[in-house]
């Protein structure tokens, strides 16, 4: 069965960090571009970084441009998404996403991707 699933959320201060992992079972993230999007209450879903095959595309949402990091973990089938300055506004499930053999050499945020994770939850509050 091939599925996502995420970790390493959970409640921060404001100005703390997280680092969310997103392993795949049952496929390798070697073939795919990953994507992580987030989604607070009452709001619609949102793009917040993906990264291609190779590493070398990364794109991040302008809310989180300069605050958080994606990158492709050793081994490889585990994504990060590393989050520091975390703000309130922060606060949603974070979810990532899939696409396998992906026939554009970009990636992109929006959510037009095959797989998707549970999701897990991301607080930031004092």
């Known amino acids: 069965q091939m599925q996502l699933v995420e970790s390493g959320g959970g409640l921060v201060q404001p100005g703390g960090s997280l680092r969310l992992s997103c392993t795949a079972s049952g496929f390798t993230l070697d073939f795919a571009h990953i994507a992580w999007f987030r989604q607070a209450p009452g709001k619609e879903r949102e793009g917040v970084s993906c990264i291609v095959i190779s590493g070398r595309n990364i794109r991040y949402a302008d809310s989180v441009k300069g605050r958080f990091t994606i990158s492709r973990g050793n081994p490889k089938n585990t994504v990060y998404l590393q989050m520091n300055s975390l703000r309130p506004e922060d606060t949603a499930i974070y979810s990532c996403?899939?696409?396998?053999?992906?026939?554009?050499?970009?990636?992109?945020?929006?959510?037009?991707?095959?797989?998707w994770g549970q999701g897990t939850q991301v607080t930031v509050s004092s």
């Open positions: 996403a899939a696409i396998r053999n992906p026939t554009s050499p970009i990636c992109t945020i929006l959510p037009r991707y095959d797989y």
